[in-house]
């Protein structure tokens, strides 16, 4: 199975500051057939269900704010809130749907300061 | 509104049985592949389960293999997880969740999850 390892486990940004959450796989998430890198990001609110941020590695999910933004390809991804508001306040997953079974980062957490 | 709102938690000993519900509404629901996920505490989510549109293809992750049952039932758009032989490993928040889409396996709808608790 793939390992999905996240950087930090947890960090603190003051308001409208911008926040950098790591993603690294043990494998390669790239098809060089499609051109894809098959990575989604999650973000996961205290008592709240599981929300698809962004898929692709870099496509916004509808109705997503354009502060998450997501890059990287291979091994290596980027989530990236540009501006952090008080909402932004949860845990973050990466998860790979490269290979079978699709697997999960154990999340970041991000706070305020 | 669009959701999936799981049901059927509860704790169970070791050697037990457990029969989760998911109902779905606000979105056609036999139209999409079916997952269960389940996070264990301080632990990353892990796939469970899926199930294709019209029932005819499932799957599970090795560790449920023979223990787990997946079902749907689309005309009262709900999805069903038979969990038997329960183990504390299966001790878990249990999700319902709607994908893979179009072959893809990622997730564009969670419910808020029901709590398993396997324990003697």
């Known amino acids: 199975d793939i390992v999905m390892t996240q950087s930090p486990d947890s960090l603190a940004v003051s308001l409208g500051e911008r926040a950098t959450i790591n993603c690294r796989s043990s494998?390669?998430?790239?098809?060089?057939?499609?051109?894809?890198?098959?990575l989604g990001w999650y973000q996961q609110k205290p008592g709240q269900a599981p929300k698809l941020l962004i898929y692709?590695?870099?496509t916004r999910e509808s109705g997503v704010p354009d502060r998450f933004s997501g890059s990287g390809s291979g091994t290596d991804f980027t989530l990236t809130i540009s501006s952090l508001q008080a909402e932004d306040v949860a845990v973050y997953y990466c998860?790979?749907?490269?290979?079978?079974?699709?697997?999960f980062g154990l999340g970041t957490r991000v706070e305020i300061k | 509104e669009v959701q999936v709102v799981e049901s059927g938690g509860g704790l169970v000993q070791p050697g037990g049985s457990l029969r989760l519900s998911c109902a779905a509404s606000?979105?056609?629901?036999?139209?999409?592949?079916m997952s269960w996920v389940r996070q264990a505490p301080g632990k990353a989510p892990e796939w469970v389960a899926n199930?294709?549109?019209?029932?005819?293809?499932?799957y599970y992750v090795d560790s449920v293999k023979g223990r787990f049952s997946i079902s749907r039932d689309n005309a009262k758009n709900s999805l069903d997880l038979r969990m038997n032989s329960l183990r504390v490993d299966d001790t878990a928040v249990y999700y319902c969740?709607?994908?893979?889409?179009?072959?893809?396996?990622?997730?564009?709808?969670w419910g808020r999850g029901t709590l398993v608790t396997v324990s003697s």
């Open positions: 969740a709607r994908g893979p889409l179009w072959g893809n396996w990622y997730f564009d709808l």
């Open positions: 606000g979105f056609s629901f036999s139209t999409y592949w």
């Open positions: 199930i294709k549109e019209d029932g005819s293809d499932k």
């Open positions: 494998q390669s998430l790239l098809f060089t057939s499609s051109d894809k890198n098959y």
């Open positions: 692709w590695a870099s």
């Open positions: 998860q790979q749907y490269h290979s079978v079974p699709p697997t």
